[in-house]
């Protein structure tokens, strides 16, 4: 015989605001949400820098248009991966990863950039623990007040 842990059993808010792990939940996902739309966002008006220098010859050489227009394209996917983190951690986690292991896959290819690419290893990891966090916390339907006895 089990029982179904009740509403009481599970911590309250204040206990998991005071659990280190729901701490950087807290943390990374809103730095997860702002950057990739910060980020995206400078795509199109480049004031932290020259975006369309960061994009190899050989991917540019293989997209239509010009190294601008797939910069301005990758943009609109950074905004909406950051959106996606904002509504739903534990994909839009996943998705970023996955974004952030294309980056590094191309400033591999670009000499002079590998600092960055290492840099971005490092955003990936922590992409990955939000996916993890993102997990563990995941909002849960109401359960029932009273406990259960199954057989």
């Not at 943390?27 to 990739?36: E, G, I, K, N, V």
């Amino acid at each position: 015989m089990t029982t179904r842990p009740t509403r009481s059993d599970r911590p309250t808010r204040t206990a998991e605001l005071h659990d280190p792990a729901y701490q950087a939940f807290l943390l990374l996902r809103p730095a997860f949400t702002m950057a990739p739309i910060a980020f995206g966002l400078d795509k199109f008006v480049n004031v932290l820098t020259d975006r369309p220098g960061y994009l190899a010859r050989w991917i540019d050489s293989l997209v239509p248009g010009t190294a601008a227009q797939t910069v301005s394209v990758v943009g609109v996917v950074e905004i909406a991966a950051g959106i996606l983190i904002a509504i739903r951690p534990l994909l839009g986690a996943y998705v970023v990863a996955a974004w952030l292991a294309g980056i590094i896959a191309n400033l591999l290819l670009i000499p002079g950039f590998y600092d960055v690419a290492v840099g971005d290893v490092g955003l990936l990891l922590a992409a990955l623990a939000l996916a993890r966090l993102a997990a563990t916390f995941r909002p849960t339907a109401p359960r029932p007040a009273r406990t259960e006895t199954l057989s």
